[in-house]
Every structure is written in C-alpha cells, then in structure tokens.
T-cell receptor, first 116, second 115 residues
Framework: ETGVTQTPRHLVMGMTNKKSLKCEQH?????MYWYKQSAKKPLELMFV???????ENNSVPSRFSPECPNSSHLFLHLHTLQPEDSALYLC???????????????FGPGTRLTVL | AQTVTQSQPEMSVQEAETVTLSCTYD???????LFWYKQPPSRQMILVIR??????QNATENRFSVNFQKAAKSFSLKISDSQLGDAAMYFC????????????FGQGTRLTINP
C-alpha cells in the first residue's frame, strides 16, 4: 500500500535542531492527520486538516508546527524538541465525509523520531 | 470522553486456527463507528474492518469478522484460518458520528502466529 507516503522513515535529532516531517497522499483525499504513537500508549491524534485548513489541534505543544500547503501534502515542523517527544509519527488521510458519516482513515508507514 | 480498552496485550495462535481479540469501549453516544486496524512490523496501519453502530449485522471481511455487542459495548475481532501474515499489532478504534475525524484508539494487542 503506497497511497500515503512519509519521509524520512527514521530521524535522529538533537534538542536544538529544526527538522521537518513530510507526508504525501496519492488517494485524492481532502483531509489529512498527524498522530503520535509512543511506546506503551495509544495513538494520539495531534492535528486535523480539512481542505488545507486546520480544524483540530489536540493541545499539541507549539514546538510542533504543522503545515498543509495543499490537500496532498502535510508537513510537521519540529524545533526544540524534548526527549519525551521521541515516538513514531503517523500521517493519515481520508475523504472528508458528509455530516453524519465517518471518515475512514488511511495511514502512512510513519517516521520513527528519536530526540537526543 | 470516549475510551477504548484492549485487555489482551499479547495473544498467540497456531497457524490455521481461529483467534478472537477483545475490545471494549465506553461512550454515552448512541451513534458511532468502530474499527479494527492492523499494524505489522512495517508499521503501516492498515484498516481491517469497520462497523457502524446503527447496523445490527456484524461486519465481515473474508477471514475477519466482528462480534458487535452494543449493549455490552464490546467489539471483538475474530480471525479465522490464521496465517503467518496476520502477525501484527491490532488496534481497536472508535469515532463518534459527531466527531467523525477523531479516532480514539485502544492500547493494542500483539498477535503472534505459531507455525
């Protein structure tokens, strides 16, 4: 399944570095998501974008800065991260469903981030 | 707030046998969706099956089926004729009809297939 791609697959960064994660979907979807998957914790929704507009920020610290230039691309800009931010970061996309219906989300393979 | 609980951190099954993974959830809503996702070692989260709460009929997808008990708030996944490729983390997830984009995930169950 290559409908949603993420780069890089692995990233190691220091606490003072600035880096970006990239997500691209090839499914013609109009909604995109960032999730954080930490060891021994359930997946946590971070951000939701619909038609390039951010519609959900799940109380994410400002050191994580998302960007959605178009419906196919989503970035997560990282700066001054903490070691506890080390996790697998997953991107997903979906069709923005009509009210009352649900969005079935399709996920990318994730970026394994390590903060030293 | 809704919560999803998977009480089995690990399960194992012999190849070709049947295994059932448990999931319970807590919600005050009457209309919602439930999902099972599979995450193999490649880390790609793959949708296995989806159930609409308003449908009484249990969803099935080939060897995968669910037992949806709305009153008990239970949503178990049955895998028949287990194959080596079924080895993965399995996550149960919930989304409300109102907040359809907010998936709430359980902690996951690691499934091992013994040859």
């Amino acid at each position: 399944e290559t409908g949603v791609t993420q780069t890089p697959r692995h990233l190691v960064m220091g606490m003072t570095n600035k880096k970006s994660l990239k997500c691209e979907q090839h499914l013609g979807h109009n909604a995109m998501y960032w999730y954080k998957q930490s060891a021994k914790k359930p997946l946590e929704l971070m951000f939701v974008y619909n038609f390039k507009e951010q519609t959900e920020n799940n109380s994410v610290p400002s050191r994580f800065s998302p960007e959605c230039p178009n419906s196919s691309h989503l970035f997560l800009h990282l700066h001054t991260l903490q070691p506890e931010d080390s996790a697998l970061y997953l991107c997903a996309s979906s069709y923005r469903a009509l009210p009352g219906d649900t969005d079935t989300q399709y996920f990318g393979p994730g970026t394994r981030l390590t903060v030293l | 707030a809704q919560t999803v609980t998977q009480s089995q951190p690990e399960m194992s099954v012999q190849e070709a046998e049947t295994v059932t993974l448990s999931c319970t959830y807590d919600t005050s809503e009457s209309d919602y969706y439930l999902f099972w996702y599979k995450q193999p070692p490649s880390r790609q989260m793959i949708l296995v099956i989806r159930q609409e709460a308003y449908k009484q009929q249990n969803a099935t997808e080939n060897r995968f089926s669910v037992n949806f008990q709305k009153a008990a708030k239970s949503f178990s996944l049955k895998i028949s004729d287990s194959q080596l490729g079924d080895a993965a983390m399995y996550f149960c997830a919930y989304s409300s009809r109102q907040g359809a984009q907010k998936l709430v995930f359980g902690q996951g169950t690691r499934l091992t297939i013994n040859p």
